[in-house]
């Protein structure tokens, strides 16, 4: 069996703060001003980490600027593009502080909540999560998101809030709690749910995204949340079963209709109704069949393949 990576060990006493970067070159020197501005007010050590996915742009360059500049900066790029969950592990990975503070790049995550949500993890909380007032996103955005989660929640029985993202900061347990978690498909936000560590919220202010667009399509979405759902939950498979048994109950009620019709005004063609009878109920019984057996073997066989979450081409500071 592969060895699992161990978590970093903590050489900081104050706070690590990852950024997952992805098309993220507009916004980087201010997210790295704000970051440092909102630090200064936090005692400690603390240091940024800007994890480049691969986006085509200019932002390992810029990375690579900032931490010439400055040595709070740490960035590594990957080798291609691995997506966002990789990068949010791979941040974990290397995390050297007591505490870890998870944002996107671009600025709606407002770097001048993280003292809030430092001295509300200060308390007593392992966990501390920046929820959302009124989101500052498109309708179609919102819908899309809200639409994610209530399926998620729903399919994989964890309690998911839609003003809840990523941004939130999580002690040094919970990181080394994350290291042993290296299954395939990466949700950073159910895989903290799940572990069920004392939480907190804080109320926040939401941000307009500082330029372009997400890359977080209705496609996407929809991907990400059957991906995620069939990982962490079984649910899907029982619904394949009552989908199958359903077709072959709706099955039987039609072959019902057809005797009825048969006998009252004869059947024009012999053997017909038996015939359509017996396709639709086994082709509902193989439904169900192929649907289990189907899903549990791609994560049997993705699980069994122990391919690195992510590869790393390139590292500064």
């Known amino acids: 069996m592969t060895p699992l990576p161990h978590p970093a060990e903590p050489g900081l006493t104050g706070i690590s703060v990852i950024v997952p970067v ?20 936090i005692p400690g050590e603390h240091e940024l980490l800007l994890v480049e996915d691969r986006g085509g742009d200019g932002s390992w360059a810029a ?9 709070l900066v740490r960035g590594i790029q990957f080798s291609r593009n691995f997506g966002q969950h990789a990068g949010i592990t791979a941040g974990l990975d290397l995390a050297r502080g007591s505490w870890v503070v998870v944002m996107d790049c671009d600025l709606q995550d407002r770097p001048e909540e993280i003292p809030r949500l430092h001295a509300k993890a200060l308390e007593g909380f392992d966990v ?100 995620v759902v069939i990982a962490y939950s079984d649910k899907p498979l029982w619904l394949a079963i009552r989908f199958g048994f359903t077709i072959s109950l709706l099955s039987m009620l039609g072959g019902g209709v057809i005797i009825y019709r048969a006998l009252r005004y004869g059947s024009p063609v012999m053997g017909w109704s038996s015939l359509v009878v017996s396709l639709y109920f086994l082709g509902g ?12 073997l791609g994560k049997t066989f993705e699980e069994t393949k122990r391919r690195p979450h992510y590869i790393i081409a390139n590292r500064v500071n």
């Open 285 to 296: 019984i193989i439904i169900s069949i192929l649907g289990v057996i189907g899903v549990y």
């Open 63 to 71: 990375i690579q600027r900032l931490a010439g500049e400055d040595p």
């Open 128 to 227: 501390v999560v920046a929820r959302r007032g009124r989101r500052k996103d498109s309708w179609m955005k919102r819908t899309t998101s809200r639409l994610f989660y209530s399926s998620f929640s729903y399919l994989s029985g964890l309690r998911m809030d839609p003003q809840v993202g990523n941004f939130r900061i999580i002690s040094r347990k919970v990181v080394e709690a994350l290291g042993q978690m290296r299954e395939r498909t990466r949700f950073f936000v159910s895989l903290v749910e799940w572990m069920g560590f004392p939480t907190a919220s804080v109320d926040v202010e939401h941000a307009a995204r500082a330029g372009g667009q997400s890359t977080y399509s209705f496609r996407k979405l929809m991907q990400l949340a059957l991906e």
């Open 22 to 41: 992805y098309k993220g070159e507009a916004f980087l020197e201010e997210l790295h001003r704000r970051v440092r501005t909102s630090l200064a007010s």
